[in-house]
């Protein structure tokens, strides 16, 4: 009884884990969508004040 119960517990935390890996790539993929309707392909600004690689090149 108690391997049944155990194989039983194995078995609901493996459809939990693949059921909500599922959802994040899901809900993901919807932001993604909804970045590039509003935003559209640009490539993201710096947030920071770094200077870049062929800033130091100089």
């Not at 517990?9 to 459809?15: P, Q, R």
């Not at 899901?26 to 710096?46: H, W, Y």
Request: proline letters at 3%; aromatic letters at 16%.
């Amino acid at each position: 009884m108690f391997l049944k119960e155990t194989g039983a517990l194995l078995l609901l935390l493996t459809a939990v884990f693949i059921f909500g890996n599922l959802w994040f790539h899901f809900t993901e993929a919807v932001l993604r969508r909804i970045k590039k309707i509003f935003m559209g392909d640009e490539k993201p600004s710096a947030w920071h004040a770094f200077p870049t690689d062929e800033d130091e090149s100089e």
